[in-house]
């Protein structure tokens, strides 16, 4: 099967990296390892944790759960009112911890004010950690021995895999430095051989750094940030970013109409690494159920 396709219609000559073509080769593969653990009478289980009714998090939620049904992965939702005590939320953490069905746990981010997310994220237990946000696990990750990598830097990877861009030796620019995305993302590429530069608000000419970037990954949330001019001509560039533009359309932070028609592969939005995460969270939980 392909999945990157070259649109030869208008100015546009990158090959679009399809995430969505992808993700459901992803999803095919985990649905076999699913079988093959049922067969052997362990089935995965995912539990996620919902606190409040942040629009956003619901949809994603939902389309997590969606996806554990098309793989056969068990899925638990545990929906909270917004007002929860931080000490409710952890002692239910405490109960998914010591459940020997569940074998990732993931609480959706962001939370409510009232709740420590470290706090939570350091009380689930390191080999129930389907995001990979624990600090155990980006211990693991930052010396090169990973037990979870965090599911959107994780899909970038494979997503990276797709354009066929070689990686060792290649120069990668990343503009963020979140502990979600910009910091795995800068570890992965490290890993795979990049010589890696982390970008953020206060880098001092973004441009610079980015034009000699054979791989540009941008995820800071910022519409329109990286323009035509930024990009080093060839390039790979993978867009992060989800925003919403002035009439409401949701977009990322690459100018998709001018940086096409100068990189040598791009990922729209959406379609392009929002599945891979959802994918990614997939891989990881059935790679927890198959350590036992």
Same mark, same amino acid.
Request: charged share 20%; proline share 6%.
């Given at each position: 099967m392909?999945?990157?396709r070259v649109?030869?219609?208008g100015?546009?000559?990158a090959?679009l990296?399809?995430g969505?073509?992808l993700?459901r080769q992803?999803?095919?593969e985990?649905a076999?390892r699913v079988q093959?653990?049922?067969?052997?009478?362990?089935?995965?289980?995912?539990?996620?944790?919902l606190?409040?009714?942040h629009?956003a998090?619901a949809?994603?939620?939902?389309?997590? @759960?969606?996806?554990c049904?098309?793989?056969?992965i068990?899925?638990?939702?545990?929906?909270?009112?917004?007002d929860?005590?931080q000490?409710?939320l952890?002692?239910?953490?405490?109960q998914?911890n010591?459940?020997p069905?569940?074998?990732?746990?993931?609480?959706?981010?962001?939370?409510?004010?009232?709740i420590?997310e470290?706090?939570?994220?350091?009380?689930?237990?390191?080999h129930?950690?389907?995001?990979g946000?624990h600090?155990?696990?980006?211990?693991?990750l930052?010396t090169?021995?990973?037990?979870f990598?965090?599911c959107? +830097?994780y $899909?970038v990877?494979k997503?990276?895999e797709?354009?066929g861009?070689?990686?060792?030796?290649?120069?990668?620019v990343?503009?963020g430095?979140?502990?979600i995305v910009?910091? +795995?993302?800068a570890?992965?590429l490290?890993a795979? $051989?990049?010589?890696?530069?982390v970008c953020?608000?206060?880098?001092?000419?973004?441009?610079?750094h980015?034009?000699?970037?054979d791989?540009?990954?941008?995820a800071?949330?910022?519409? $329109?940030?990286?323009?035509?001019?930024m990009?080093?001509p060839?390039a790979? @560039?993978?867009?992060?970013g989800m925003?919403?533009?002035a009439?409401?359309?949701?977009?990322?932070? @690459?100018?998709?109409?001018s940086?096409?028609?100068?990189? $040598?592969?791009?990922?729209?939005?959406?379609?392009?690494?929002? +599945?891979?995460?959802?994918a990614?969270?997939?891989?990881n939980?059935v790679?927890?159920?198959e350590?036992?």
């Amino acid at each position: 099967m392909r999945f990157g396709r070259v649109i030869p219609c208008g100015p546009m000559t990158a090959k679009l990296l399809d995430g969505n073509a992808l993700a459901r080769q992803v999803r095919t593969e985990v649905a076999r390892r699913v079988q093959a653990l049922a067969d052997a009478g362990r089935r995965p289980g995912l539990a996620v944790v919902l606190v409040g009714d942040h629009p956003a998090s619901a949809v994603y939620v939902r389309h997590k @759960v969606k996806d554990c049904e098309e793989v056969g992965i068990a899925s638990r939702l545990d929906r909270l009112p917004a007002d929860t005590p931080q000490t409710t939320l952890l002692e239910r953490i405490a109960q998914l911890n010591a459940d020997p069905a569940v074998h990732g746990i993931l609480v959706q981010l962001p939370l409510p004010d009232q709740i420590d997310e470290h706090a939570v994220i350091a009380a689930i237990a390191p080999h129930k950690d389907a995001d990979g946000f624990h600090v155990s696990n980006v211990g693991l990750l930052a010396t090169g021995n990973p037990r979870f990598r965090p599911c959107t +830097p994780y $899909g970038v990877m494979k997503l990276l895999e797709l354009a066929g861009t070689r990686l060792d030796g290649a120069e990668a620019v990343v503009i963020g430095r979140s502990n979600i995305v910009g910091k +795995p993302q800068a570890l992965m590429l490290l890993a795979a $051989g990049a010589t890696v530069t982390v970008c953020h608000s206060r880098t001092r000419d973004l441009a610079a750094h980015t034009r000699r970037a054979d791989v540009l990954v941008a995820a800071v949330g910022r519409v $329109g940030l990286v323009t035509a001019d930024m990009v080093k001509p060839g390039a790979t @560039v993978i867009d992060v970013g989800m925003n919403r533009d002035a009439s409401g359309r949701l977009c990322g932070d @690459v100018d998709f109409a001018s940086v096409s028609s100068v990189a $040598g592969a791009i990922t729209p939005v959406p379609g392009g690494v929002g +599945p891979m995460t959802r994918a990614m969270l997939l891989v990881n939980t059935v790679e927890a159920a198959e350590r036992g």
